[in-house]
């Protein structure tokens, strides 16, 4: 072996024949290429907590880069643009931020909204099953097909159920506690009606009930401040990545460009470009979509009589759901749906609407938010949009929301419509110029 | 074919350094900044020092080794590429299979300027024919630049038409002196 390399022999430093130092370096890049690889599967899994504030803060630049755009056109120069555009972001959080946790419910809103909405739900499906005071034997439906459904109430209900620390808290809400007003008679009703099984089971036997009155039962275990300073930390990222970006002037995709072998230097530009536009106008346009669908079920949620704030609440998820292709309106329609569950009475302006049809309501809503996004948002707004196979849709959604919970739910899609654009670009210039 | 990196450093380097240095347009290649190629390249002439300045922060600095193809005949031209130190040669595969060469171009050159009109296929390969240094300007730069600095973009666009217009009289008039010749 060493009879080939006579510059070892001599004791002179190795010199690699062409044919060797060609294999060397394939080695190298591939051993580095892998290291690369590896090292960042394993600091985006470490590090997933940040990539939501990350993907927010790179998509508010994204949709501000034509603003800074034209600011310079206009004449006003970078920096002021990009301090116009920041101090928008910065207010538009705070103000997005705080409306969110005014409509938000809060501690005694949330016990009460889940004692409503499992007794509403029971007494609808006997109600549905002719499960009456009465009639015990329920309808045709239930006859067929009452054992499974009853398991399936049964397992919402287990979901549904207050936990004895939240049963405690209610109580003490019940008769007043932290300055908040008592919890009418009527939901404390349903409270005993559904814990009604929970109490001659458990609580009455432990005698719970009675150990509770004195204590100051606070659900949360942290304090306030340390949830604050938690997000803090983590949403911090956000403004420094979108401000970075405005004040990056191309440097980052200098820097990956310069790294390109020369022969593929031209195509990646070419690449490059040509993603970034795909991209950028994918996320404008979503974007755009999103805030109409949030805005029509804002409207029409109101005009068949839900309540302002969750009109609000509900328009604000469906417009992020609606990211997501065919499960966007399911979840719209989930959650109103279930507001209309526990709705004890309707301020609709159509007379026809009673709180026994508001779910007929909702389901209308959705079907002319679905029919105005597909005839009018979708064409006009995100115009060829990329489309993704509905297999693909679904994967990619259960996928995202195991590997990375609710971020990975909405973002799931993003996330393929770039890679798919990214990939389909790539081999696409790469034939037109001849490397593949 | 192509000349060595030795070869032609030795010819390029002037007789009298002293005086060289003085009344030559022409810099080392690693001496030369990249505002003071953009200036002298003809496109970038009527645009200010700030103005320059706005280009030079968006051109690409490349590194071609004799023999590397800075583009190929037939690929879709994305930039244009203002030699920065070195020599590149214009070549176009012959019939017999050789190349034959059309020009050779030095610092201060530019190539492939159609590139920043759209994405036609390139009519010519360029080799380095020894190590070079190159400035690539990227057509879509171009454009983002007629959105955001409309001045500078036109003002280019003036000289890349002066160019072209030039290009055109001295093909025209090319064909025409061949055309004689057959008559």
Same mark, same amino acid.
Request: aromatic share 10%; charged share 20%; proline share 4%.
């Given at each position: 072996?060493?009879?080939?390399?006579?510059?070892?022999?001599?004791?002179?430093?190795?010199?690699?024949?062409?044919?060797?130092?060609?294999?060397?370096?394939?080695? #190298?890049?591939?051993?580095?290429?892998?290291? *690369? *690889?590896?090292? #960042?599967?394993? =600091?985006?899994?470490? =590090?997933?907590?940040?990539?939501?504030?990350?993907?927010?803060?790179?998509? !508010?630049?994204?949709?501000?880069?034509? =603003?800074?755009?034209?600011?310079?056109?206009?004449?006003?120069?970078?920096?002021?643009?990009?301090?116009?555009?920041?101090?928008?972001?910065?207010?538009? *959080?705070?103000?997005?931020?705080?409306?969110?946790?005014?409509?938000?419910?809060?501690?005694?809103?949330?016990?009460?909204?889940?004692?409503?909405?499992?007794?509403?739900?029971?007494?609808?499906?006997?109600?549905?099953?002719?499960?009456?005071?009465?009639?015990?034997?329920?309808?045709?439906?239930?006859?067929?097909?009452?054992?499974?459904?009853?398991? %399936?109430?049964?397992?919402?209900?287990?979901?549904?159920?207050?936990?004895?620390?939240?049963?405690?808290? %209610?109580?003490?809400?019940?008769?007043?506690?932290?300055?908040?007003?008592?919890?009418?008679?009527?939901?404390?009703?349903?409270?005993?009606?559904?814990?009604?099984?929970?109490?001659?089971?458990?609580?009455?036997?432990?005698?719970? %009930?009675?150990?509770?009155?004195?204590?100051?039962?606070?659900?949360?275990?942290?304090?306030?401040?340390?949830?604050?300073?938690?997000?803090?930390?983590?949403?911090?990222?956000?403004?420094?990545?979108?401000?970075?970006?405005? &004040?990056?002037?191309?440097?980052?995709?200098?820097?990956?460009?310069?790294?390109?072998?020369?022969?593929?230097?031209?195509?990646?530009?070419?690449?490059?470009?040509? *993603?970034?536009?795909?991209?950028?106008?994918?996320?404008?346009?979503?974007?755009?979509?999103?805030?109409?669908?949030?805005?029509?079920?804002?409207?029409?949620?109101?005009?068949?009589?839900?309540?302002?704030?969750?009109?609000?609440?509900?328009?604000?998820? !469906?417009?992020?759901?609606?990211?997501?292709?065919?499960?966007?309106? !399911?979840?719209?329609?989930? &959650?109103?749906?279930?507001?209309?569950?526990?709705?004890?009475?309707?301020?609709?302006?159509?007379? %026809?609407?009673?709180?026994?049809?508001?779910?007929?309501? #909702? !389901?209308?809503?959705?079907?002319?938010?679905? &029919?105005m996004d597909s005839a009018l948002f979708q064409p006009f707004v995100v115009g060829g949009a990329v489309q993704i196979h509905p297999l693909a849709v679904f994967i990619g959604v259960i996928g995202g929301s195991i590997l990375f919970g609710f971020a990975g739910l909405i973002l799931a899609i993003p996330t393929i419509v770039v890679l798919k654009e990214s990939i389909s670009t790539l081999f696409r210039e790469l034939k037109n110029y001849y490397?593949? | /074919?192509?000349?060595?990196?030795?070869?032609?450093?030795?010819?390029?380097?002037?007789?009298?350094?002293?005086w060289g240095n003085i009344f030559s347009r022409f810099k080392a290649a690693e001496n030369i900044t990249t505002m003071e190629v953009l200036k002298l390249c003809p496109l970038f002439q009527r645009l200010s020092s700030r103005e320059l300045k706005k280009v030079a922060g968006i051109v690409y600095e490349r590194s071609y080794q004799a023999g590397e193809y800075l583009f190929e005949k037939d690929q879709p031209g994305a930039a244009m590429f203002? @030699?920065?130190?070195? /020599? @590149?040669?214009?070549?176009?595969?012959?019939?017999?299979?050789? $190349? +034959?060469?059309?020009?050779?171009?030095?610092?201060? $050159?530019?190539?492939?300027?159609?590139?920043?009109?759209? $994405?036609?296929?390139?009519?010519?390969?360029?080799?380095? +024919?020894?190590?070079?240094?190159?400035?690539?300007?990227?057509?879509? $730069?171009?454009?983002? /630049?007629?959105?955001?600095?409309?001045?500078?973009?036109?003002?280019?666009?003036?000289?890349?038409?002066?160019? @072209?217009?030039?290009?055109?009289?001295?093909?025209?008039?090319?064909?025409?002196?061949?055309? @004689?010749?057959?008559?």
């Open positions: 072996m060493n009879e080939d390399m006579p510059g070892r022999k001599q004791g002179h430093p190795l010199i690699l024949r062409a044919d060797t130092r060609k294999k060397t370096r394939r080695i #190298v890049f591939t051993i580095t290429a892998v290291v *690369v *690889v590896l090292t #960042v599967g394993f =600091l985006v899994w470490s =590090l997933r907590p940040i990539i939501l504030p990350i993907i927010v803060g790179t998509f !508010a630049a994204y949709i501000c880069f034509p =603003l800074l755009s034209l600011f310079l056109r206009i004449g006003i120069p970078r920096p002021a643009g990009i301090l116009i555009l920041f101090g928008a972001f910065f207010l538009a *959080v705070m103000v997005i931020a705080n409306q969110i946790g005014s409509i938000m419910p809060d501690e005694r809103e949330w016990l009460v909204l889940r004692t409503r909405f499992q007794y509403k739900l029971n007494e609808r499906y006997r109600n549905f099953m002719g499960l009456g005071e009465s009639e015990q034997t329920g309808n045709i439906i239930y006859k067929y097909f009452g054992n499974d459904l009853n398991r %399936f109430m049964d397992s919402i209900n287990q979901v549904l159920h207050l936990n004895k620390e939240e049963r405690l808290l %209610f109580m003490k809400y019940r008769w007043g506690f932290q300055n908040k007003p008592r919890i009418k008679d009527r939901y404390y009703e349903y409270f005993l009606k559904n814990t009604e099984s929970l109490r001659s089971e458990d609580e009455f036997k432990n005698g719970a %009930f009675d150990e509770g009155k004195g204590k100051n039962g606070d659900l949360k275990k942290e304090s306030n401040i340390a949830v604050v300073m938690e997000a803090i930390k983590l949403w911090i990222i956000t403004p420094l990545v979108f401000l970075f970006l405005l &004040i990056d002037d191309g440097e980052i995709k200098r820097f990956f460009v310069s790294l390109v072998p020369n022969p593929y230097f031209e195509v990646s530009l070419a690449v490059f470009d040509k *993603v970034n536009g795909a991209i950028g106008n994918y996320l404008r346009g979503i974007l755009i979509e999103s805030l109409l669908v949030g805005i029509s079920y804002l409207i029409l949620l109101s005009i068949i009589g839900f309540e302002l704030k969750f009109a609000v609440m509900i328009g604000l998820i !469906a417009g992020i759901a609606n990211a997501i292709p065919l499960l966007g309106p !399911a979840i719209a329609l989930a &959650i109103g749906s279930s507001y209309a569950l526990i709705a004890e009475n309707v301020d609709s302006i159509l007379p %026809f609407i009673t709180p026994d049809n508001l779910i007929i309501a #909702v !389901a209308a809503c959705v079907l002319i938010v679905m &029919i490397i593949i | /074919m192509i000349e060595t990196s030795d070869t032609n450093k030795n010819k390029q380097k002037p007789v009298n350094a002293f203002i @030699i920065k130190g070195g /020599m @590149i040669k214009i070549i176009v595969p012959g019939k017999d299979g050789a $190349d +034959a060469e059309l020009a050779t171009l030095s610092p201060e $050159d530019f190539v492939g300027e159609l590139a920043l009109l759209d $994405d036609t296929p390139r009519s010519a390969s360029a080799r380095a +024919a020894e190590r070079t240094e190159a400035l690539a300007f990227f057509r879509e $730069d171009l454009n983002e /630049m007629l959105e955001t600095y409309p001045v500078i973009a036109s003002k280019i666009l003036r000289e890349l038409s002066i160019v @072209i217009g030039q290009r055109l009289k001295a093909s025209n008039e090319q064909l025409y002196s061949k055309g @004689i010749q057959h008559e």
